[in-house]
């Protein structure tokens, strides 16, 4: 009883304390609101520091630059791509460990395979939903996601690419886009003013300006087309966005940037949209980008040497069979001109070449022992062993023919596939091997048959193409592909995916 009398007392003072305190602070509190709540006096600024009329020239800018911004921004999409990569458990690897290191890739619920997610950039350039973007942005990827500027998400299909240039052309399904016009990067100088557009660190629809910095800056390939130089910012996931002019046309794609820590540092590159353009076309018109060559060697480029001021190209040494072999182009030759165009150096020759359609005849001018020369040759298609292809001897006559492709070891040209009745049966192919896919300068992931003989079966096809797919069935081997190609209904269209150097295309044979 005396313990419960105890309890109950110290509940009472407890409660009574309790009590205390909380008039206390509500006292006290109260006169602080009441302080609080006494009116401050303030006076804002009521007028702009400058008259809007003395900076008129500024507010038009401000309104056009609004006005061109808004007039492009919907043309620019933000490409999500994702790929699949096999899980190989070894001894003493923990998988976590793994994906701890990258923050774009994760699990998925079975654990078996690592799915790598990326973001580019792209521009729509087509009515019918064809879009640019950078090869190295949706090379080798599983699955393409392009979300439009009113955030709707659409699956994309990946029509063609070229990792030579750097270019990707994709197509989205959907009415009403708005495209953008590919300009003339040739009418482009140093100190025009540019907007660079696209998704950097996956914030979309970023707008930065700058101007061009400079022409010809050679590319990382060191053979088609030159970049453009800008000091527009751009920064990783700006790679496939446009570069833009004045007049909201597409002078460039951005692909590149020189950055020591990783973000921009004001030196960013552009693909010329010229020479975008003729990949473009080529790849819709042709199934697959085609590059026209001249067939010539010279030191200068070799030497790492890229004089913008020189006068001319001086001519080292001449590819056998090539359009330049064929106009009697020889060594210690300066060409000056090329189709009508003056050529201060190899960068320009080059981009003019690269322009050209195929078989058109063109006018060299070139000075040869001090005396100007002119001749006539037609550009052709750079042929699959070109960085490999010989040189012509002077001694050779002018015109001479490529030599026929060199077949992989122990290959047999009468070597036919047992079923002449079958849609590929005059198709010679012989395994790809390490060496094979050396020589044909192949990408590491390319898988398939080397074409051997293709003649009778498609002006599309020739030797040295690797044939990938067969109707979408992977082969990998001789014996898959003699397999598969047995099984072929002759009266049927049959679609083979191929790739040429570094250009994958598809191939339609359709039944005769």
Do not use: W
């Amino acid at each position: 009883m005396r313990n419960l009398f105890r309890f109950v007392a110290f509940v009472i003072v407890l409660s009574a304390g309790i009590s205390l305190l909380y008039d206390y602070r509500m006292k006290h509190g109260d006169l602080r609101i009441l302080a609080r709540a006494t009116p401050e006096k303030y006076t804002l600024a009521s007028a702009p520091s400058v008259d809007p009329k003395d900076v008129a020239a500024l507010e038009s800018l401000n309104r056009d630059r609004r006005a061109l911004v808004g007039s492009v921004v919907p043309s620019v999409v933000s490409i999500k791509t994702s790929k699949k990569i096999a899980l190989r458990r070894q001894y003493g690897l923990d998988p976590s460990e793994f994906f701890n290191r990258n923050p774009r890739q994760f699990r998925n619920p079975n654990d078996q395979a690592l799915v790598q997610n990326s973001l580019g950039s792209g521009v729509i350039v087509s009515n019918e939903g064809h879009i640019i973007t950078n090869n190295h942005v949706v090379d080798q990827v599983d699955d393409i996601e392009v979300q439009l500027s009113d955030g709707r998400m659409k699956k994309a299909r990946l029509v063609g690419a070229d990792s030579e240039l750097d270019v990707a052309v994709l197509k989205i399904d959907e009415a009403g886009l708005k495209p953008l016009k590919l300009g003339d990067s040739d009418g482009v100088q140093a100190g025009d003013f540019v907007l660079a557009i696209g998704n950097p660190f996956g914030f979309d629809e970023t707008v930065t300006d700058g101007i061009i910095s400079s022409k010809g800056r050679p590319n990382r390939g060191d053979s088609f087309g030159d970049y453009l130089q800008t000091n527009a910012a751009i920064n990783p996931g700006n790679s496939g966005g446009p570069l833009i002019n004045l007049r909201g046309e597409v002078v460039g794609i951005n692909t590149a940037i020189i950055s020591r820590s990783g973000g921009s540092q004001g030196i960013g590159f552009a693909i010329p949209s010229n020479t975008v353009k003729t990949a473009l076309e080529s790849l819709l018109k042709q199934g697959r980008i085609i590059h026209g060559y001249l067939g010539i060697q010279t030191r200068r480029l070799q030497d790492g040497q890229n004089d913008q001021n020189a006068d001319g190209v001086v001519v080292d040494d001449v590819v056998q069979g090539s359009p330049a072999a064929a106009a009697q182009i020889q060594k210690g030759d300066v060409i000056r001109k090329f189709d009508g165009h003056e050529v201060r150096n190899f960068p320009e020759l080059r981009s003019l070449v690269s322009q050209v359609e195929l078989n058109k005849k063109v006018e060299l001018e070139v000075v040869r022992n001090g005396k100007v020369v002119k001749a006539t040759t037609e550009i052709k298609e750079q042929p699959v062993d070109y960085q490999t292809a010989r040189v012509a001897p002077q001694s050779q006559g002018p015109g001479a023919q490529v030599p026929p492709p060199q077949l992989p070891p122990g290959a047999d040209e009468s070597d036919q596939d047992d079923s002449a009745a079958a849609p590929l049966g005059a198709l010679n192919v012989d395994e790809l091997t390490p060496d094979v896919a050396r020589r044909l300068d192949l990408p590491p992931s390319v898988r398939g048959v080397v074409v051997t003989k293709a003649e009778g079966i498609s002006a599309e096809l020739r030797a040295g193409d690797v044939i990938e797919e067969v109707d979408q069935q992977p082969v990998t081997s001789v014996a898959e592909y003699k397999k598969l190609v047995g099984s072929l209904d002759p009266s049927q269209t049959h679609v083979l995916s191929v790739c040429r150097h570094r250009a994958r295309s598809f191939v339609v044979l359709r039944p005769r």
